[in-house]
């Protein structure tokens, strides 16, 4: 008598099953992320990035959390400055405690799935500032801080990038600017490769528009605090360079040439060897913007190839880019985009 056994019995069918399994909640993962953090008003989001390891996204904490949440929290970000600068203590922006700090903030934070234990973080701020006379804001990148026993693990993706991404995507594919104060080779690269229209940077093409300046001279003047740059620092303006940056509670991250962590591509070695005087204590303050193509670049030479979210995001901005933005830019008559301006509402009153 013929028998009929089922495709589950083979040990390679099952293995098959299981893999497409894992795959499909993966993939349901990665929506779920997404919904929630297009549709949130403030982000609060968890993510498993890696094997092992789970990614919070924090808008906001100091507004979204309650005392005690926001207690744990700030104490998961010091105990990875701690292992980070063991001899040292930061005191500027986040690690304040203070939640007008930490309302402007957005906290990347990634622990150990099994333990709970926090192994590195991205503190992103949000800063109000003019460009050509009216209000805009600036990303800042931020502080990024990594436990010295998982280093090499390839966080620096969900780190310097992932957080932009989710705001960027969040705010309907509009251009925003960011910043990033650094002396620190790999990181000025990073963000020269990554992100469009970067300035300072070694690339060429790179150059200062006014909007470069004009957001710098706000920044400088009004958010120094945010990036621990005391008032007796000095800003270089046609280099975008700050001088003697290291007196405002950053001091502890002061590096020389020697100890900063370099690129793999020398002319951003080079760049830093050149323009920033180490002993002095100097930082570039870079700014960009994150767009379409800034994303593109991100997705493809940052996250994992291997990743299928990571390849239908990019099939998803492709077809955003040529299909569906332009009508949607033009529907939306709420905000403004480039050279469109929202619409006025003629509000009449007695003469």
Not at 306 to 328: H, I, K
Request: proline share 5%; aromatic share 6%; charged share 25%.
């Amino acid at each position: 008598m013929a028998s009929v056994e089922s495709g589950n019995s083979s040990p390679h069918g099952g293995k098959g099953v299981a893999r497409a399994r894992a795959a499909a909640a993966r993939l349901r993962g990665h929506a779920s992320f997404w919904l929630k953090a297009l549709s949130q008003p403030t982000i609060d989001l968890t993510l498993r990035t890696h094997a092992g390891q789970r990614t919070r996204i924090v808008e906001s904490p100091g507004v979204s959390l309650p005392q005690e949440e926001l207690d744990a929290l700030v104490a998961q970000l010091r105990s990875v400055a701690a292992k980070t600068l063991p001899q040292e203590s930061l005191t500027y922006g986040i690690f304040s405690g203070e939640r007008e700090r930490l309302s402007r903030a957005i906290v990347t934070l990634i622990s150990e799935e099994d333990t709970g234990r926090p192994i590195a973080f991205n503190a992103l701020s949000v800063m109000d500032v003019e460009l050509d006379g009216a209000p805009t804001q600036v990303t800042h990148l931020g502080l990024v801080m990594v436990d010295p026993d998982v280093r090499g693990q390839g966080l620096s993706w969900v780190l310097y990038g992932l957080t932009a991404l989710v705001l960027f995507a969040r705010d309907g594919l509009r251009p925003k600017w960011i910043s990033n104060v650094t002396e620190v080779p790999s990181v000025i690269g990073m963000v020269s490769d990554t992100f469009s229209d970067v300035f300072p940077s070694p690339l060429p093409g790179a150059r200062q528009s006014f909007a470069h300046l004009q957001l710098a001279r706000g920044i400088m003047a009004r958010h120094r605090a945010v990036f621990g740059v005391g008032e007796e620092a000095d800003f270089d303006e046609a280099r975008s360079v700050i001088t003697n940056a290291y007196t405002g509670g950053s001091d502890a991250l002061k590096k020389t040439f020697e100890v900063a962590p370099k690129h793999r591509n020398e002319i951003y070695n080079d760049f830093c060897a050149r323009e920033l005087d180490y002993a002095r204590g100097d930082d570039v303050l870079q700014l960009g913007r994150i767009d379409l193509a800034g994303a593109r670049r991100y997705i493809l030479s940052e996250v994992p190839h291997g990743s299928l979210p990571a390849l239908l995001a990019t099939t998803g901005m492709l077809a955003l880019q040529r299909l569906v933005l332009p009508v949607v830019y033009w529907l939306d008559d709420t905000r403004a985009f480039g050279t469109l301006r929202p619409r006025r509402r003629s509000v009449e009153g007695p003469r």
